[in-house]
């Protein structure tokens, strides 16, 4: 398959071959060529340049030509932390919270995830899979190329798997590049109420073995946070995971700063995702590490919650990835675009801060910046074309606005079904 993307008017997001992500101020480049062109083979991107170059590079005669006609060409999103598998919605819970109920307050009662994990427990692998791929399409058409998609509604071994189980037959069966996240500790299960520590045994002994076993899942997280999982507890759990070969992307500093983001770093976490909480101090401890720091602004947004620190985490010269958290209780949200949005408007990010962080960066927190993430030679080909903008800025500017207009994943178009 050879294709030619011709008069592109921006084409944006083009980084060198050795970069895995950006930090501090290297994050305000989003490098780009006007009036330009793009060529695919086998999947991946072969070349680009300016269009008043075309005419120098020899390509083959058997190319397909796509004609941008003015409209710009980003990289596509990388959505680094989501929660897409799960079971009818939680529409009820907005109404209480908008009556004065906090999300602390809603899990305490017992629902919030525990009420997702009800309705998870009564639904057939099937139905799940055909909800979950009505939310893949919404994203795909939204953007997105690179998915993670937690498990943590299952709460015991049969119904984690089960999820799990979905994510896996999401990845055949999607153009999307999916990788799977194992959260048997999002909350001690109903049948576990007050015996927390018989609950994070059964996650260590039955479940990862069990996840590791049919090879389900690439990496692990826990929801470390007040009311949820301790620090020590979450040690243990990564320990165990890393046994097993599943690295770290854990919940951390969401609802208290309270010691997710040091446990994840110690323990060398991919990833440490939230950080509405996180102080100026703890940023210190991601200084030097291999740990993306993770922002969630939809979810700040839905909840009507502080949003992390994220200017300052880039003023102090650290990357910063952010992912939109797509769960029924606290973001029910793929739209990365508005994620960006929200990061420029209510975090302070530039675009080209925001843009990187919810491509090379995101990518970086799912382990796949090597292959996605940006307009690169012998990366994978997934970009969108827009419909003519003014600017790259016009992207988050444009909050609600829908810019896109035609997507290739995988070097080929995505056409969006109709379910
Ligand atoms: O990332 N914070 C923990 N887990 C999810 C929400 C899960 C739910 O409410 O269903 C989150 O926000
Ligand atoms: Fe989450």
Redesign the pocket.
């Known amino acids: 398959m050879k294709l030619l993307v011709t008069n592109i008017a921006f084409l944006a997001g083009i980084q060198p071959t050795d970069k895995l992500r950006l930090e501090g101020k290297e994050m305000a480049r989003l490098e780009t060529i006007a009036n330009a062109f793009l060529y695919v083979e086998d999947g991946r991107i072969h070349s680009y340049g300016a269009m008043s170059d075309l005419a120098k590079c020899s390509l083959p005669s058997d190319v397909q030509q796509i004609d941008a006609k003015g409209g710009s060409v980003l990289p596509s999103w990388c959505d680094s932390?989501t929660?897409i598998v799960?079971a009818g919605s939680?529409e009820q819970?907005f109404v209480d919270k908008i009556r004065g109920l906090s999300?602390a307050e809603i899990?305490k009662r017992g629902g919030?995830?525990l009420?997702?994990a009800d309705k998870l427990h009564d639904m057939s692998e099937d139905e799940l899979y055909q909800q979950a791929m009505r939310r893949v399409d919404e994203v795909i058409r939204k953007g997105t190329g690179c998915i993670e998609i937690?498990s943590?509604?299952g709460l015991n071994t049969a119904d984690e798997l089960k999820m799990l189980r979905v994510i896996k037959r999401i990845k055949e069966t999607t153009p999307l590049k999916v990788v799977a996240t194992f959260?048997g500790a999002?909350?001690v299960s109903r049948e576990y109420a007050g015996r927390q520590s018989e609950y994070v045994d059964l996650v260590i002994r039955e479940m990862i073995p069990a996840v590791a076993k049919e090879n389900l899942a690439e990496y692990i997280d826990v929801?470390c946070?007040t009311g949820?999982f301790t620090p020590e507890e979450t040690a243990r759990i990564l320990e165990a995971g890393t046994k097993y070969g599943m690295r770290g992307k854990i919940?951390a500093d969401?609802?208290a700063s309270s010691g997710g983001v040091e446990v994840g770093v110690r323990h060398n976490a991919l990833s440490v995702?939230?950080l509405e909480s996180m102080t100026a101090e703890t940023i210190e401890t991601l200084r030097g590490s291999e740990t993306m720091p993770t922002a969630?602004p939809g979810?700040s947004f839905f909840?009507n919650m502080p949003f992390a620190l994220g200017r300052k985490v880039i003023d102090e010269g650290l990357p910063l990835a952010v992912a939109s958290?797509y769960?029924?209780?606290?973001?029910p949200s793929g739209d990365m675009k508005f994620v960006i949005s929200l990061a420029c408007i209510k975090m302070r990010l530039l675009p080209a801060e925001a843009i990187n962080a919810g491509t090379m960066n995101s990518a970086y927190a799912m382990g796949l910046s090597k292959d996605y993430g940006s307009i690169t030679k012998g990366k994978v080909a997934n970009f969108y074309i827009t419909k003519p903008i003014p600017s790259v800025d016009f992207i988050p500017y444009a909050y609600t606005t829908p810019i896109i207009d035609r997507i290739f994943l995988r070097g080929e178009e995505y056409i969006p079904q109709t379910v």
Do not use: C, M, Q, V
Request: glycine letters at 8%; zero cysteines.
């Open positions: 932390h929660h799960f939680r819970e999300y899990a919030g995830i009420n997702s937690k943590g509604y959260l999002h909350a929801f946070d949820f919940h969401e609802l995702d939230h969630l979810t909840l958290d769960n029924p209780g606290s973001t």
